[in-house]
C-alpha cells in the first residue's frame, strides 16, 4: 500500500466513526490489488472496490481521473473523498485535484489536520509559506499528508473481517465508459522514452580515508570561499511582439517567479514566440508586476484582492480557464508549488488538456512540440512525456533551473482585474497562518541522514551549524522518524537546493534524496562506508562514523 | 497435570515471552516481550511503532511465540509455544487493557500509580508512539513430557479458555 494512502484510510476511519458512516476503499490497478484492498478492509473500510479492466492499461492521470470518477459516481452517495499525498511511482499529486474538477467537488490538498461536522469540513493545510485554514462543504476530496495522524496498524479483529470481506472488482461494462477513451487511447499524454538516471558524476570523487575533521573544515571553507558571490551568468535577448501562439505562466505572489519566467523566456526562444502571464497578487502589491518587460512577459492578466492569500485554486482556475481558451497559447506554464499542483490538474481536467506535472526539464522536440522531462519511480527513472493537447500545460520545478535572462525590445501592457469587486474573495472560507520558512539559503547547507542515529544527534548537528551560520537539511527517512521536521526534508518528495557546499553526514546517497541537492556547486560527504552510493556524488568523501564527527562538533 | 493445566501453570508464572516476527520477504526478528493475557487467552503486549518486530507484524501479522521459565531444570524442562495473529488494541478498548497489563506487571497498586505509563500515552501522537498490541493465539503447543524424546503436543485452545 501507498504509505500516504495509510494516513488517509486512518483520518477516514475516524471520521467514519464520529459519523456512524460508511466507508469505502477503491484502488484501480491489477488483480494483484487486491491485497492492498484487503488492507484497507483490515485497517477499518466497510467495502472495498476494485476497478480493474484490461482497457484501462495504460491509462495516464486523465484517463485514471475518468475511471475512478465514473466509479465514485456509479457508487454514488459520496460526501467525502481522501487521498494520500502522492502515489509512490509519479508522486505527481494530481489525482486529487483532478478528481475534484471531475465530479465538481471542493478539493483541499496537503491537510494536516482536518475537523469533520454534520455540513462541512475544516482543513488545515500546508501551503508553501505557512499554513491554510479553510472550510469547505461536502461534496469534497482532501488529499492528506504525513503530518495527520499516526495510522494504526490493523487490529485482529479487522484482519479477521478483511479475511472475510470479498473484494468487489467493477470492470468498464459497470462504468460504460466508451473504449476510445479508456487507457492509452483515452490518455491525453504519451511516454517517448523511460530511461535510468545516471548520476552524471562531474565529481572529483576524492576518497579521504583516515582523515580527521580538520581537513573537512578545510575544504569547506576553500569551496565556500572559491564560489564567494555566486554571479548567476545573464544572457540578454531581444524579444520582437509577434502573432505566433503564446506561452502562458502562472505568476503567484510570494513566490520567486524568477526562475519560471527565465524558463519561460527559453522556451520563448526555441518556439519564437511572445509570454503572456496570469499573476494573482494583493492589492498592495500591484505595481511589482505592471511591467515585467525585462523578463519578457508582453501582457500581464493581474488578479488582485485585498486578501489574495484567501483565493482558492478552484477560484482562479474559473477565472483563467475563459481567458485560456480565448488567447490559446501553445504552452501553458506552471511552477511545482503546492498552490500551483493544485490549480494545473485543476484546468487540466476542465480543458481536456494532458498535463505533466513536476518537470525538471522542458525541451522543444524535432516537431516543435514541449517535451516534459519528470522523475518516476522514486527517481530512479527520468520519463520524456509529451502532450497530446492542442495546448501543453505543465508545472514546471523551477527552482532547480539555473539560467538568468535579461529581455529587451517588448513592453509589458498589464490589465488589472479587481476580485474585490465581484466579492470572489469572500466566497470561501479561508485564513492564512505564516510560518517561519526554512531557510535553504546559506551557502553551506548540512544533510543529515538516518546514519546519524538519534534524534539526539540531529539536534547536535543543528546546534552546531548555528553556531556556524550554516544551514541545515534532511533526508526523507530523517524526518519519517520524527528527528526533523518535514520542512526540512530535501529531495524529490521535498525541497531542491544548491549551496556552494553541501555536507552529507550520514547519508546513503539514495537517489531521492541526491536528486534534490545534486545541483550543489561542491559536494562533501561523511560516512563509514566507503563503497556506499553516496560516494559517486561526492567531490570528496570522508570516510567516518557519524558518531565521530558529532563528537568532534560537540567538542569545538 | 493435564497439558493444559501445565500450560496456563506456565503461562501465570512467567511475565515475558520470545515473540518471533518476519516481514514480507520472510526476514525474520525474534525479540523477548513482556505479556499479559486475558479469560480467552488472547495476549497483549506492548511496543513502539517504528520497532522492528511491529514493522514486520505491519507487514505480515502472523506470529510465533514460545514462554517458558529460564530457572527450570533440564530435566523438568517444559514450555508452551505457538502461533498467532497481531494487531494494534482499538482505541475503545485501551483502558481495559492498559489495567490488564500493569495489574499483571506492576501489582502492586502505589507502584503502578507511580511508575506505570498513564493511558493516554498508548494513543500519543508524540514521537515515539507506543502502543498496544493483542496476540490472538492460532496454535498452542506444550512439550510433550509424556514420551522421552524432544517433542511438542497439541493443545486445544478452547480447552484452556473453558478449563477450571
Known amino acids: 500500500m501507498n504509505p500516504y494512502d495509510k494516513y488517509a484510510i486512518e483520518e477516514a476511519v475516524r471520521i467514519k466513526k464520529k459519523f456512524s458512516g460508511e466507508l469505502v476503499a477503491i484502488c484501480m490497478g491489477p488483480a494483484s490489488a487486491s491485497d492492498v484492498l484487503k488492507q484497507a478492509l483490515a485497517l477499518g473500510?466497510?467495502?472495498?472496490?476494485?476497478?480493474?479492466?484490461?482497457?484501462?492499461?495504460?491509462?495516464?492521470?486523465?484517463?485514471?481521473?475518468?475511471?475512478?470518477?465514473?466509479?465514485?459516481?456509479?457508487?454514488?452517495?459520496?460526501?467525502?473523498?481522501?487521498?494520500?499525498?502522492?502515489?509512490?511511482?509519479?508522486?505527481?499529486?494530481?489525482?486529487?485535484?483532478?478528481?475534484?474538477?471531475?465530479?465538481?467537488?471542493?478539493?483541499?490538498?496537503?491537510?494536516?489536520?482536518?475537523?469533520?461536522?454534520?455540513?462541512?469540513i475544516k482543513c488545515r493545510a500546508r501551503s508553501e509559506y505557512g499554513f491554510k485554514n479553510i472550510t469547505v462543504g461536502y461534496p469534497a476530496v482532501l488529499s492528506v499528508n504525513n503530518e495527520i495522524n499516526v495510522p494504526k496498524i490493523a487490529s485482529v479483529e479487522g484482519l479477521l473481517y478483511s479475511r472475510k470481506k470479498a473484494v468487489i472488482t467493477i470492470t468498464n461494462s459497470d462504468l460504460g465508459i466508451d473504449e476510445s477513451e479508456c487507457g492509452l487511447n483515452g490518455s491525453l499524454t504519451r511516454v517517448r522514452s523511460i530511461y535510468d538516471t545516471t548520476s552524471e558524476t562531474h565529481r572529483s570523487n576524492i576518497i579521504c580515508e583516515s582523515e580527521d575533521?580538520?581537513?573537512?573544515?578545510?575544504?569547506?571553507?576553500?569551496?565556500?570561499?572559491?564560489?564567494?558571490?555566486?554571479?548567476?551568468?545573464?544572457?540578454?535577448?531581444?524579444?520582437?511582439?509577434?502573432?505566433?501562439?503564446?506561452?502562458?505562466?502562472?505568476?503567484?505572489?510570494?513566490?520567486?517567479?524568477?526562475?519560471?519566467?527565465?524558463?519561460?523566456?527559453?522556451?520563448?526562444?526555441?518556439?519564437?514566440?511572445?509570454?503572456?502571464?496570469?499573476?494573482?497578487?494583493?492589492?498592495?502589491?500591484?505595481?511589482?508586476?505592471?511591467?515585467?518587460?525585462?523578463?519578457?512577459?508582453?501582457?500581464?492578466?493581474?488578479?488582485?484582492?485585498?486578501?489574495?492569500?484567501?483565493?482558492?485554486?478552484?477560484?482562479?482556475?474559473?477565472?483563467?480557464?475563459?481567458?485560456?481558451?480565448?488567447?490559446?497559447?501553445?504552452?501553458?506554464?506552471?511552477?511545482?508549488?503546492?498552490?500551483?499542483?493544485?490549480?494545473?490538474?485543476?484546468?487540466?481536467?476542465?480543458?481536456?488538456?494532458?498535463?505533466?506535472?513536476?518537470?525538471?526539464?522542458?525541451?522543444?522536440?524535432?516537431?516543435?512540440?514541449?517535451?516534459?522531462?519528470?522523475?518516476?519511480?522514486?527517481?530512479?527513472?527520468?520519463?520524456?512525456?509529451?502532450?497530446?493537447?492542442?495546448?501543453?500545460?505543465?508545472?514546471?520545478?523551477?527552482?532547480?533551473?539555473?539560467?538568468?535572462?535579461?529581455?529587451?525590445?517588448?513592453?509589458?501592457?498589464?490589465?488589472?482585474?479587481?476580485?474585490?469587486?465581484?466579492?470572489?474573495?469572500?466566497?470561501?472560507?479561508?485564513?492564512?497562518?505564516?510560518?517561519?520558512?526554512?531557510?535553504?539559503?546559506?551557502?553551506?547547507?548540512?544533510?543529515?541522514?538516518?546514519?546519524?542515529?538519534?534524534?539526539?544527534?540531529?539536534?547536535?548537528?543543528?546546534?552546531?551549524?548555528?553556531?556556524?551560520?550554516?544551514?541545515?537539511?534532511?533526508?526523507?527517512?530523517?524526518?519519517?522518524?520524527?528527528?526533523?521536521?518535514?520542512?526540512?526534508?530535501?529531495?524529490?518528495?521535498?525541497?531542491?537546493?544548491?549551496?556552494?557546499?553541501?555536507?552529507?553526514?550520514?547519508?546513503?546517497?539514495?537517489?531521492?534524496?541526491?536528486?534534490?541537492?545534486?545541483?550543489?556547486?561542491?559536494?562533501?560527504?561523511?560516512?563509514?562506508?566507503?563503497?556506499?552510493?553516496?560516494?559517486?556524488?561526492?567531490?570528496?568523501?570522508?570516510?567516518?562514523?557519524?558518531?565521530?564527527?558529532?563528537?568532534?562538533?560537540?567538542?569545538? | 497435570m493435564n497439558g493444559v493445566n501445565k500450560v496456563k501453570e506456565i503461562i501465570e508464572k512467567n511475565l515475558f515471552m520470545s515473540l518471533a516476527t518476519s516481514d514480507k520477504e520472510g526476514n525474520v526478528w525474534s525479540c523477548p516481550m513482556t505479556f499479559t493475557y486475558d479469560d480467552d487467552y488472547n495476549f497483549y503486549f506492548f511496543s513502539l511503532l517504528d520497532s522492528d518486530h511491529i514493522q514486520n507484524i505491519a507487514e505480515n501479522p502472523f506470529v510465533s511465540f514460545s514462554i517458558y521459565s529460564t530457572d527450570q531444570t533440564v530435566a523438568d524442562m517444559d514450555g508452551v509455544q505457538g502461533r498467532g495473529v497481531v494487531g494494534q488494541v482499538d482505541d475503545d478498548e485501551l483502558e481495559k487493557v492498559h489495567l490488564l497489563f500493569f495489574s499483571r506487571t506492576m501489582p502492586n497498586p502505589e507502584m503502578r500509580a507511580k511508575f506505570a505509563p498513564p493511558v493516554c500515552l498508548f494513543r500519543s501522537e508524540d514521537f515515539p508512539q507506543m502502543r498496544f498490541f493483542k496476540m490472538s493465539v492460532t496454535e498452542l503447543y506444550k512439550k510433550d513430557t509424556d514420551i522421552p524424546i524432544h517433542r511438542r503436543k497439541t493443545i486445544d485452545i478452547n480447552e484452556l479458555r473453558t478449563a477450571k
Open chain 1, 45 to 120: 473500510a466497510d467495502d472495498a472496490y476494485l476497478v480493474s479492466d484490461k482497457a484501462f492499461a495504460g491509462a495516464d492521470t486523465y484517463a485514471t481521473t475518468r475511471v475512478l470518477s465514473e466509479t465514485l459516481r456509479k457508487i454514488g452517495g459520496i460526501d467525502l473523498v481522501l487521498c494520500g499525498k502522492q502515489s509512490t511511482d509519479s508522486s505527481t499529486s494530481q489525482i486529487p485535484s483532478s478528481v475534484a474538477a471531475f465530479l465538481d467537488m471542493s478539493a483541499v490538498n496537503n491537510v494536516v489536520s482536518c475537523e469533520a461536522e454534520e455540513d462541512r
Open chain 1, 213 to 556: 575533521f580538520d581537513r573537512l573544515f578545510e575544504v569547506i571553507d576553500s569551496f565556500r570561499n572559491a564560489a564567494g558571490e555566486k554571479k548567476d551568468e545573464i544572457t540578454e535577448y531581444t524579444f520582437t511582439k509577434n502573432d505566433n501562439r503564446n506561452i502562458m505562466v502562472f505568476l503567484e505572489e510570494e513566490h520567486n517567479n524568477h526562475k519560471l519566467l527565465c524558463k519561460a523566456i527559453s522556451l520563448a526562444i526555441e518556439l519564437n514566440t511572445n509570454i503572456e502571464a496570469v499573476t494573482l497578487c494583493s492589492r498592495e502589491n500591484t505595481s511589482k508586476y505592471t511591467d515585467l518587460s525585462s523578463m519578457g512577459v508582453i501582457k500581464n492578466n493581474i488578479f488582485i484582492s485585498d486578501n489574495a492569500w484567501k483565493i482558492t485554486e478552484k477560484t482562479i482556475a474559473d477565472l483563467m480557464i475563459p481567458l485560456i481558451k480565448e488567447k490559446n497559447p501553445s504552452v501553458v506554464l506552471f511552477d511545482s508549488t503546492v498552490y500551483q499542483r493544485s490549480l494545473a490538474p485543476y484546468i487540466a481536467v476542465k480543458l481536456r488538456l494532458g498535463l505533466t506535472a513536476d518537470c525538471h526539464d522542458l525541451q522543444i522536440d524535432e516537431n516543435g512540440r514541449l517535451l516534459q522531462v519528470r522523475s518516476v519511480f522514486e527517481g530512479k527513472k527520468n520519463a520524456e512525456i509529451y502532450s497530446l493537447s492542442d495546448i501543453q500545460i505543465t508545472t514546471f520545478n523551477s527552482k532547480i533551473y539555473m539560467k538568468n535572462f535579461l529581455v529587451k525590445g517588448i513592453i509589458t501592457e498589464s490589465e488589472v482585474i479587481d476580485l474585490d469587486n465581484d466579492n470572489i474573495s469572500n466566497r470561501y472560507s479561508c485564513e492564512m497562518t505564516k510560518e517561519e520558512t526554512t531557510n535553504f539559503s546559506h551557502d553551506v547547507i548540512i544533510g543529515i541522514g538516518k546514519g546519524v542515529g538519534s534524534k539526539d544527534n540531529c539536534e547536535s548537528i543543528a546546534d552546531f551549524a548555528r553556531k556556524m551560520n550554516y544551514g541545515i537539511c534532511a533526508t526523507r527517512a530523517v524526518v519519517d522518524m520524527g528527528w526533523m521536521p518535514y520542512s526540512y526534508q530535501v529531495g524529490i518528495t521535498g525541497e531542491y537546493i544548491n549551496p556552494s557546499v553541501y555536507v552529507a553526514v550520514g547519508i546513503s546517497g539514495a537517489i531521492e534524496h541526491m536528486k534534490g541537492c545534486e545541483s550543489s556547486n561542491t559536494i562533501i560527504g561523511i560516512n563509514a562506508n566507503k563503497n556506499s552510493d553516496i560516494s559517486r556524488y561526492c567531490d570528496y568523501l570522508f570516510v567516518q562514523d557519524s558518531e565521530k564527527f558529532i563528537k568532534t562538533i560537540k567538542e569545538m
